[in-house]
């Protein structure tokens, strides 16, 4: 694996900065979640994907409530909340010649952003006491931790540790993980019992943190148990060993990590039944999703544990995502730049598997929402290896975050961008080129490209995507990197 990829200039931290923390993020944010409540209020659905191609494009698709993704674009309502109250210097309003905001616009910005927070998480809140799936973090931490981290609201809390048990009603002591799917049918395989299997994916890693978070308000060592043990598990049943970088290399870490994306247990025993993928290419090859899922999961559980396994094996997992990149085909780069001179862009932009054939040379099936949720764990690692004192890893993985947002945001953000306009001190929404509307940041996501799934769709805006990207943000505030 390379691990000399040149460090991150001013120019790449410059065009992250300036695309995160722009006026068309507020501006596109505020018009969907305006929209979307059209004959939707409250919400029974929620914002998923923006088609990129064919008749109906550059609108959200919206999804049922129920699915997965419901609670991700009440979180990016409340990441532009958090950068209201805590970052104000990052918070957009309006742009004026004289910089002169009116007070009466910014107390109609605020008080909208709240209100539309308020609407799309009402209906998330609800769902606090589901068993019947394993996503309650990604359903209920972005806009409810969220609240009440901003608030204090005691309801908020309440609806976590909920949620935190809920979740936790999932495991499966024999095989000592949480159960992630109760069925996954498809053209090969049809699975159903909830005697005879216990799937468990890889993106259940990412389900830990609100087990920790509730362990540590509720002062019960039974949920953190919980989750160190789905981990541990993990680390036995989804985990491949890759080969290792070649001598004389200037970092080498104790292994890299490929990933699995489906395991079926046997819940009485334990015993591993079968290997498999349902949105991956195939059974052993590198689903890029998969990879990420696993290096921010991991990365949070060592946050919580302080436990080396866990250190190295997002690590691992972190470098061989990066070796994927470095060492892709070379038809994932194209020429960019104006008259000035000319680069090479998309490399740090995942394929949407490492190890599926490239249909399209000209223009190789991506997918962006990978690469802003590896960054993010990236800079979870560079954090934690800055308070161990590796200063030399911590800014290399800092370095490849901020590589992978930058060039992300260089290849696949939208360029129908959108503008907020000061109407008597309230606020529209236009398009800055009339008639260019796409309602996501990022485009080239993919959110389901296996051959044998009955809903495979690919090359689009993705709302999960979107938050990942504002996501990395905020973390960089927080971090005070910015």
Known sequence: MSSNTAPVDSVSLESVVKELFSENVLAKVLRVATDALEN?????????????HGNDTSRYVLREKSFWTCGFFPGILYLLRERAVKYPQTFPYLHHEN??????????????????????????????????????????????RQDW????????LETVLTAAHSLASRFVPAAGAIRSWDTLRQADVQISSLTEDCLVI??????????????????????????????????????????????????QPPALFSTYHVVNFDPRTGAIKQRRTAQGYAAESTWSRGQAWGIYG???TYSWTK??????????????FLHRLETAPGCVEKRTGDGKGTRMVGRYVPLWDFDAPVEDEGSPLRDSSAGVIAANGLLILSQSLTTLGDAGLARRYLDAAVRIVSETIEYSYSREEARLVDVGGEVRVDDV???????ALLKNATANHNAQDHHRYSDHGLVYADYYL????????????M
């Not at 939707?40 to 990129?52: A, G, M, R, S």
């Not at 109609?108 to 609407?119: D, E, G, M, N, V």
């Not at 148990?225 to 985990?239: D, E, F, K, N, Q």
């Not at 970088?245 to 200037?250: H, I, L, N």
Request: with cysteine; net charge negative; charged share 20%.
């Open 40 to 52: 939707n209020n409250p919400p029974t659905v929620y914002p998923e994907f923006v088609p990129q």
């Open 99 to 144: 910089d002169t905001i009116p007070p009466r616009t910014i107390t109609h910005l605020r008080s909208r952003l709240t209100s539309l927070s308020h609407a799309w998480t009402a209906p998330v809140q609800e769902m606090k006491t589901r068993t019947d799936t394993h996503d309650m973090a990604f359903i209920i931490q972005p806009s409810l």
């Open 149 to 156: 981290e901003l608030t204090s609201n005691p309801e908020s």
């Open 202 to 251: 890889i993106d259940s890693m990412m389900n830990l943190d609100l087990l920790f978070y509730a362990s540590k308000h509720l002062s019960d060592p039974g949920l953190a148990g919980i989750a160190i043990t789905h981990a541990r598990t993990i680390m036995r049943s989804h985990l491949r060993h890759e080969t290792p970088q070649q001598p004389g290399q200037k970092y």
């Open 298 to 300: 991991f990365a949070q």
């Open 307 to 320: 436990e080396d396994g866990f250190l190295a094996t997002a690590c691992g997992l972190a470098d061989y």
């Open 433 to 439: 080129v009339e008639g260019q509307r796409f309602d």
């Open 470 to 481: 504002l996501e990395f943000g905020n973390r960089l505030l927080r971090m005070g990197l």
